[in-house]
């Protein structure tokens, strides 16, 4: 056993020591794919952006449109639907207004509650105890409970 662990410890100790040996390849004038990929896309990206100013260029030279205003007719104007609509400066109205049957329940129900605030209701007062409607069992914890 004792030879097995010195055999590993022995192996520890030489992968610890290891160090690989960098490999370099000769440099060549030729582009890998990646680079050359790329000098491509770089490319592409270059005539894209000529392109773009070639056509802003283009467009400025353009000869402008000029405006032309529509053509005035005789007489008034026609009525358009917005200036039916417009109904200039109006009081803001509750949600029930246009509802005549809603806007007068709530009249109501006000004018109620403003009357039961000034007059005092009979009370009723409650009757004497009578003792329980459904009687008492004995048998049951919570009919001895009261």
Do not use: C, W
């Amino acid at each position: 056993m004792r030879t097995s662990i010195l055999h590993a410890e022995s192996k520890r100790l030489m992968d610890a020591s290891y160090r690989p040996v960098k490999i370099t390849k000769p440099k060549s004038s030729i582009p890998e794919p990646r680079e050359k990929r790329k000098l491509e896309f770089d490319d592409s990206v270059s005539r894209m952006q000529a392109d773009y100013k070639q056509r802003k260029a283009q467009l400025k030279q353009r000869p402008q449109v000029n405006f032309k205003p529509t053509e005035i007719v005789d007489g008034k104007r026609e009525v358009t639907k917005e200036i039916l609509s417009a109904r200039g400066l109006v009081r803001k109205r509750d949600k029930h207004q246009g509802n005549a049957r809603v806007h007068n329940r709530m009249k109501f129900t006000k004018k109620q509650k403003q009357h039961d605030a000034m007059t005092r209701k009979n009370r009723v007062e409650e009757a004497d105890y009578t003792g329980e409607g459904t009687g008492i069992n004995m048998h049951i914890k919570r009919s001895l409970k009261l």
